[in-house]
Protein backbone atom coordinates (compact mmCIF):
# COMPACT_ATOMS: atom_id res chain seq x y z
CA UNK A 1 0.00 0.00 0.00
CA UNK A 2 1.61 3.91 -0.81
CA UNK A 3 1.44 6.48 1.52
CA UNK A 4 0.37 9.51 -0.01
CA UNK A 5 1.66 13.16 1.60
CA UNK A 6 0.25 16.58 0.97
CA UNK A 7 3.05 18.81 0.11
CA UNK A 8 1.61 22.22 -0.86
CA UNK A 9 -1.51 21.35 -3.03
CA UNK A 10 0.76 18.84 -4.24
CA UNK A 11 0.54 14.91 -3.76
CA UNK A 12 3.78 13.14 -3.35
CA UNK A 13 4.27 9.35 -3.34
CA UNK A 14 5.94 8.53 -0.14
CA UNK A 15 7.57 5.84 -0.99
CA UNK A 16 9.35 7.20 -3.84
CA UNK A 17 10.46 10.67 -1.17
CA UNK A 18 11.52 8.43 1.73
CA UNK A 19 13.89 6.49 -0.93
CA UNK A 20 15.15 9.80 -2.08
CA UNK A 21 15.24 11.68 0.70
CA UNK A 22 16.57 8.91 3.11
CA UNK A 23 19.02 7.04 0.59
CA UNK A 24 20.34 10.27 -1.88
CA UNK A 25 19.98 12.68 0.99
CA UNK A 26 17.94 15.63 -1.58
CA UNK A 27 14.60 17.04 -0.19
CA UNK A 28 11.42 16.23 -1.54
CA UNK A 29 11.61 19.74 -3.39
CA UNK A 30 12.68 17.50 -6.65
CA UNK A 31 8.73 15.86 -6.56
CA UNK A 32 7.36 19.96 -6.53
CA UNK A 33 5.91 21.71 -9.30
CA UNK A 34 8.50 25.26 -10.63
CA UNK A 35 5.26 27.19 -9.17
CA UNK A 36 5.36 25.50 -5.55
CA UNK A 37 9.27 26.01 -5.31
CA UNK A 38 8.94 29.64 -6.10
CA UNK A 39 6.57 29.61 -3.34
CA UNK A 40 8.72 27.71 -0.56
CA UNK A 41 11.16 30.41 -1.60
CA UNK A 42 9.21 33.28 -0.67
CA UNK A 43 7.94 31.43 2.22
CA UNK A 44 11.13 30.96 3.66
CA UNK A 45 11.60 34.84 4.07
CA UNK A 46 8.53 35.15 5.99
CA UNK A 47 8.68 32.46 8.65
CA UNK A 48 9.98 34.13 10.92
CA UNK A 49 6.33 35.95 11.29
CA UNK A 50 4.40 33.31 11.84
CA UNK A 51 3.54 32.76 16.21
CA UNK A 52 1.71 29.91 17.47
CA UNK A 53 -0.79 31.02 20.87
CA UNK A 54 -1.06 29.59 23.50
CA UNK A 55 -3.72 26.95 22.37
CA UNK A 56 -1.67 26.15 19.40
CA UNK A 57 -3.28 28.60 16.81
CA UNK A 58 -1.44 29.75 14.32
CA UNK A 59 -0.76 33.40 12.93
CA UNK A 60 0.95 35.64 10.56
CA UNK A 61 1.95 38.88 12.30
CA UNK A 62 2.28 40.81 8.77
CA UNK A 63 -0.98 41.54 6.39
CA UNK A 64 -1.65 40.35 3.25
CA UNK A 65 -0.61 44.05 1.37
CA UNK A 66 2.83 43.28 3.37
CA UNK A 67 3.47 39.96 1.75
CA UNK A 68 2.90 41.14 -1.82
CA UNK A 69 4.66 45.03 -1.28
CA UNK A 70 7.56 43.70 1.29
CA UNK A 71 8.00 40.06 0.22
CA UNK A 72 7.83 39.99 -3.52
CA UNK A 73 3.98 37.44 -3.11
CA UNK A 74 2.23 37.62 -5.74
CA UNK A 75 -1.93 38.25 -4.83
CA UNK A 76 -2.36 35.03 -5.58
CA UNK A 77 0.36 33.46 -3.48
CA UNK A 78 -0.59 36.16 -0.35
CA UNK A 79 -4.09 34.43 -0.63
CA UNK A 80 -2.31 31.44 -0.33
CA UNK A 81 -0.55 31.80 2.72
CA UNK A 82 -4.05 33.31 4.42
CA UNK A 83 -5.98 29.86 3.27
CA UNK A 84 -2.91 27.84 4.26
CA UNK A 85 -2.71 29.32 7.84
CA UNK A 86 -6.75 29.31 7.67
CA UNK A 87 -6.50 26.00 6.89
CA UNK A 88 -4.17 24.80 9.82
CA UNK A 89 -6.15 26.54 12.39
CA UNK A 90 -9.68 24.95 10.87
CA UNK A 91 -7.93 21.33 11.38
CA UNK A 92 -6.45 22.18 14.81
CA UNK A 93 -10.02 23.20 15.72
CA UNK A 94 -11.56 19.92 14.55
CA UNK A 95 -8.69 17.80 16.17
CA UNK A 96 -9.62 19.81 19.61
CA UNK A 97 -13.51 19.09 19.17
CA UNK A 98 -12.85 15.56 18.53
CA UNK A 99 -11.17 15.45 22.24
CA UNK A 100 -7.94 14.01 20.50
CA UNK A 101 -5.29 17.05 21.57
CA UNK A 102 -4.36 17.60 24.97
CA UNK A 103 -2.04 19.64 26.96
CA UNK A 104 1.43 19.79 25.49
CA UNK A 105 4.14 18.03 26.93
CA UNK A 106 7.20 19.00 24.88
CA UNK A 107 10.65 19.07 26.02
CA UNK A 108 14.48 19.94 24.92
CA UNK A 109 17.65 18.33 25.41
CA UNK A 110 21.11 18.58 23.94
CA UNK A 111 19.78 20.58 21.03
CA UNK A 112 16.96 18.91 20.36
CA UNK A 113 13.05 18.90 20.85
CA UNK A 114 11.10 16.03 21.94
CA UNK A 115 7.17 15.84 21.48
CA UNK A 116 4.89 13.41 22.59
CA UNK A 117 2.29 12.18 20.18
CA UNK A 118 0.10 14.55 21.82
CA UNK A 119 2.55 17.13 20.72
CA UNK A 120 2.51 16.12 17.58
CA UNK A 121 -0.82 16.09 17.38
CA UNK A 122 -1.51 19.78 18.31
CA UNK A 123 1.43 21.18 16.87
CA UNK A 124 1.80 19.29 12.94
CA UNK A 125 -0.98 17.25 12.15
CA UNK A 126 -3.24 20.19 11.65
CA UNK A 127 -0.19 21.73 9.58
CA UNK A 128 0.68 18.24 7.67
CA UNK A 129 -3.12 18.89 6.38
CA UNK A 130 -2.50 22.34 5.60
CA UNK A 131 0.57 21.69 3.42
CA UNK A 132 4.20 22.05 3.70
CA UNK A 133 4.46 25.56 4.13
CA UNK A 134 2.13 25.21 7.42
CA UNK A 135 4.52 22.74 8.67
CA UNK A 136 7.51 24.68 8.52
CA UNK A 137 5.66 27.49 9.80
CA UNK A 138 4.41 25.40 12.84
CA UNK A 139 7.95 24.23 13.80
CA UNK A 140 9.17 27.90 13.34
CA UNK A 141 6.64 29.18 15.34
CA UNK A 142 7.30 26.57 18.30
CA UNK A 143 9.35 29.15 19.31
CA UNK A 144 6.94 31.40 20.71
CA UNK A 145 5.51 28.86 22.34
CA UNK A 146 8.74 27.39 24.35
CA UNK A 147 11.05 30.17 25.30
CA UNK A 148 14.57 29.61 24.68
CA UNK A 149 14.13 26.99 21.78
CA UNK A 150 14.53 29.82 18.73
CA UNK A 151 18.32 28.93 18.22
CA UNK A 152 17.46 25.28 18.20
CA UNK A 153 14.33 25.70 16.01
CA UNK A 154 16.69 28.41 14.05
CA UNK A 155 19.28 25.73 13.48
CA UNK A 156 16.93 22.60 12.53
CA UNK A 157 15.02 24.71 9.73
CA UNK A 158 17.88 25.71 8.16
CA UNK A 159 19.28 21.85 7.41
CA UNK A 160 16.34 19.75 7.06
CA UNK A 161 13.42 20.07 4.32
CA UNK A 162 9.60 20.34 5.32
CA UNK A 163 9.40 16.87 3.35
CA UNK A 164 11.67 14.89 5.72
CA UNK A 165 9.53 16.82 8.55
CA UNK A 166 6.23 15.61 6.99
CA UNK A 167 7.42 12.05 6.76
CA UNK A 168 8.91 11.68 9.67
CA UNK A 169 5.22 13.38 11.69
CA UNK A 170 3.29 11.09 9.64
CA UNK A 171 4.92 8.14 10.92
CA UNK A 172 4.82 9.28 14.38
CA UNK A 173 0.93 9.95 14.27
CA UNK A 174 0.27 6.33 12.56
CA UNK A 175 1.92 4.78 15.01
CA UNK A 176 1.03 6.61 18.24
CA UNK A 177 4.39 7.45 18.56
CA UNK A 178 6.28 11.12 19.88
CA UNK A 179 9.36 12.53 17.65
CA UNK A 180 11.76 14.52 18.06
CA UNK A 181 13.58 17.70 15.85
CA UNK A 182 17.23 19.32 16.36
CA UNK A 183 20.60 18.88 15.29
CA UNK A 184 23.70 16.82 16.37
CA UNK A 185 26.32 19.45 15.82
CA UNK A 186 29.78 17.90 14.27
CA UNK A 187 31.91 20.90 15.12
CA UNK A 188 30.15 24.08 13.50
CA UNK A 189 27.63 22.47 11.33
CA UNK A 190 24.64 21.41 12.10
CA UNK A 191 23.92 18.33 11.18
CA UNK A 192 19.28 17.59 11.42
CA UNK A 193 18.00 14.75 13.48
CA UNK A 194 14.18 14.22 13.00
CA UNK A 195 12.92 10.72 13.99
CA UNK A 196 10.44 8.84 16.18
CA UNK A 197 10.67 7.47 19.31
CA UNK A 198 8.60 5.70 22.03
Given amino acids: MTLGILVTRTVVNAEQAHDTVHENNEGIEQFM ?19 LSDDGQLSLN ?11 FTQPEAQRVLETVSSYNQELKSFKESGTVT ?16 D ?12 A ?33 IYVATQALANGQGMVMGVDWNGSFPNPVVDTWG
Fill in 33 to 51: SEEDKIFFEKMNKVYNHFT
Fill in 62 to 72: ISSSELVTEFA
Fill in 103 to 118: RPRLHVEDWKIYLTNE
Fill in 120 to 131: VKMYLSAAIQAG
Fill in 133 to 165: PAVIAAVTSLGSVVPGIGSIIAAFTSVVSAGNI
